[in-house]
Structures are given as structure tokens and as C-alpha cells.
């Protein structure tokens, strides 16, 4: 609640300007979703406001909405996390299908595993896309994963054993450890532009929205960027700030449930196993 009082005394609000309250439901840790769905639906209760709890995926791919110039449906969105890398078609909001999924490591889960054995800090994503920058290209090449055949799932399990045997292997100097970096995000980045252009072939698609922590990449979104201008599809990304789990994401897929009609009933009720294809479409 403190939290809350803070966010509210910044945003020059109070609680009477409040017309609904969204908070994350799932899918996640059972301990942490019951806590801010006890908190929020308490609250919703005593101010006498509708509430709504919200997917967490849902918040992240709906993040770029907003901007300014916020994409429209159809698109395909490339959720790219520490625990989820997604390939997602959305005809509208609510309609989703998911094209492609991690089958172990997550992308954003084999930037920080890498960078800690490495002995960067924790989170060690940013660490190690900074350290990547000093590198050079192509002293060590690793493997592109699941791209030699058809298909949208991806796996960075196989990924991070080899910078591991690579790293043991070293002589561990600074440079090297930079290069392994900088092959490291290489073979991320260019297994995501490669399935991200696939998905979107297969959904005929010409949009994509990029969201999750590892969108806040510049490496990623340079390429991505360029593959675009090369293949004629518009990419969306959110503000850095919005890359990372954030309220605002929340709040806003929230909003556009609870002006749909959309309201939850008085339980308290969250749900740590949770897809996006489950999620009711709004109403036409």
C-alpha cells in the first residue's frame, strides 16, 4: 500500500480518480500473484470499483500500444523474455495463437545464465550486451538454434553449453570474454530475426510488435529494423522503460478489458498456469 499511495502522489491522483483496478492474475508464482490479487480486489472493494486480473503476456504485448503511434491488429508479436520467448499472431486483442515457443531456455534466461558464468552481475542481460559492444565479430560463432530446420519453436539450452565449453576453454581475458559476448548476442539475435521473419511469412502479417525484456536489446532492434526496410514489415517496439515488467502495461490491458465490459466476479482468484490462447476476445 505504500507503493501504491507513492505511485498515486506522483501521478497527482487519488483514489477517488480511480475507475478500476487491474493486477497481474497470472501466469506466474502462486505466492506473488495471491499477493497483489488480495491487495488489489481489497481495494476495488473498498472504493466500490470494478476489477480485472490480467495476463501478464497479454500486458507485455500490448505494451507498444502506449505509444503515440501504437500498431494495429493483425500483428505478430515476439515476446522475448527471462522466461518466455513467444511468437504470437493477434487477429484482434484477445485473439491470440501462438506460432512458436521456447522448449527449454528462455532468450532472456540464456543472456543471464551466460553473463553469470562469466562472472558479470545480475541481471546479467544488459551486462552482457554492453560487454558484447567491445567484442569482435566472428572469433567465435556459435550455433544458431533450430533455424537449419521448418518451424517457430526456439532452444537456448544447447546455446549457453556451448559458450560455457567455449569460455572453459579461453584464456578468460577480458577481450575474450567480450567476444564470446559479442558471438553470444549474434547467435540470439540472428535466431530471433530469423523466426520472427518466418512467423510472420506464415501469418501474412506485415506488423510486428517486439516486447519483453530482451526487446529493450539494441542489437536486436537494429536488425530487426533492418529486416523490416528489407522485407517490407513495420516493426514496433515499446519505450525501454515499458521492456521490463512495469504497472503501465498492466493497467492499460486492464483498461481495455474493463471498457469492453469486461469485470470479474468478487473472488479472489489467480491462476499460475495460464495461456493467452484462454483469454476471452473483447466484444465486437
Not at 569482435?136 to 530446420?149: G, I, L, S
Not at 575474450?176 to 506464415?202: N, P, Y
Request: hydrophobic letters at 45%; charged letters at 20%; one cysteine or more.
Amino acid at each position: 500500500m505504500p507503493l501504491v499511495r507513492e505511485t498515486l502522489k506522483q501521478a497527482d491522483l487519488t483514489t477517488a480518480d480511480l475507475g478500476g483496478v487491474a493486477y497481474t492474475s497470472g501466469p506466474g508464482l502462486v505466492g506473488a500473484l495471491l499477493v497483489g490479487a488480495a491487495a488489489s480486489r481489497a481495494m476495488a472493494w473498498a472504493l466500490d470499483v470494478p476489477a480485472i486480473g490480467v495476463h501478464h503476456m497479454e500486458g507485455h504485448l500490448l505494451a507498444p500500444l502506449l505509444e503515440a503511434d501504437p500498431p494495429e491488429p493483425p500483428f505478430v508479436a515476439l515476446l522475448v523474455s527471462g522466461g518466455h520467448s513467444m511468437l504470437i499472431e493477434v487477429a484482434a486483442i484477445g485473439r491470440y495463437r501462438l506460432l512458436g515457443d521456447t522448449l527449454d531456455d528462455a532468450a532472456g534466461e540464456a543472456f543471464d545464465k551466460t553473463a553469470k558464468l562469466m562472472g558479470l552481475p545480475y541481471p546479467g542481460g544488459p551486462h552482457l550486451a554492453k560487454l558484447a559492444q567491445q567484442g569482435h565479430p566472428d572469433v567465435f560463432r556459435f550455433a544458431r538454434p533450430m533455424t537449419d530446420r521448418p518451424g517457430l519453436d526456439m532452444s537456448f539450452s544447447g546455446l549457453t553449453t556451448q559458450v560455457l565449453t567455449a569460455w572453459q576453454k579461453s584464456d578468460q581475458s577480458e577481450q575474450t570474454r567480450a567476444d564470446i559476448a559479442r558471438g553470444f548476442e549474434e547467435a540470439i539475435v540472428d535466431t530471433l530475426v530469423t523466426k520472427c521473419r518466418r512467423a510472420l511469412e506464415a501469418a501474412g502479417a506485415e506488423r510486428l510488435v517486439v516486447a519483453g525484456g530482451v526487446g529493450a536489446n539494441r542489437h536486436l532492434r537494429e536488425r530487426l529494423a533492418e529486416a523490416g526496410a528489407a522485407d517490407g514489415f513495420r516493426v514496433y517496439f515499446p519505450r525501454l522503460e515499458f521492456c521490463t515488467d512495469n504497472g503501465a502495461m498492466i493497467a492499460q490491458a486492464g483498461a481495455i478489458r474493463l471498457a469492453a465490459g469486461q469485470v470479474d466476479g468478487p473472488e479472489i482468484r489467480v491462476q499460475p498456469r495460464w495461456s493467452l490462447e484462454d483469454l476471452p476476445a473483447l466484444a465486437s
